[in-house]
Nanobody, 120 residues
Framework: QVQLVESGGGLVQAGGSLRLSCSAS????????MGWYRQAPGKQRELVAR???????NYVDSVKGRFTISRDNAKNTVFLQMNDLKPEETAVYSC??????????????WGQGTQVTVSS
């Protein structure tokens, strides 16, 4: 199994920045991609950013140019640098990892989530 632990959330003013971190431990060898999701009050959970083992990245359109996902492979850690934050981006941000098992089944792992609050 995989364990994910997030950190870096908090309260910032609009236009401010935060850097989220997610460290993975356990059976990490078969993780194929990691990313960040967020869920705001009254909204569906959405994918914010994702990075594959090959380094390919994907972002939701609304954060392109402001958010950057990166990773430190040696530390099994993925980061989300969030710049110019907007109040509507207040949400619980959760780290996600996708694993391909030995039986070729996909498993999804989630961190506990970290609250990001952006004040206007």
């Amino acid at each position: 199994q995989v364990q994910l632990v997030e950190s870096g959330g908090g309260l910032v003013q609009a236009g401010g920045s935060l850097r989220l971190s997610c460290s993975a431990s356990g059976s990490i060898a078969r993780i194929k991609a990691m990313g960040w999701y967020r869920q705001a009050p009254g909204k569906q959970r959405e994918l914010v950013a994702r990075i594959t083992n090959g380094g390919s990245t994907n972002y939701v359109d609304s954060v392109k140019g402001r958010f950057t996902i990166s990773r430190d492979n040696a530390k099994n850690t993925v980061f989300l640098q969030m710049n110019d934050l907007k109040p509507e981006e207040t949400a619980v941000y959760s780290c996600h990892a996708r694993e391909l098992s030995t039986t070729l089944s996909w498993y999804d792992y989630w961190g506990q989530g970290t609250q990001v609050t952006v004040s206007s």
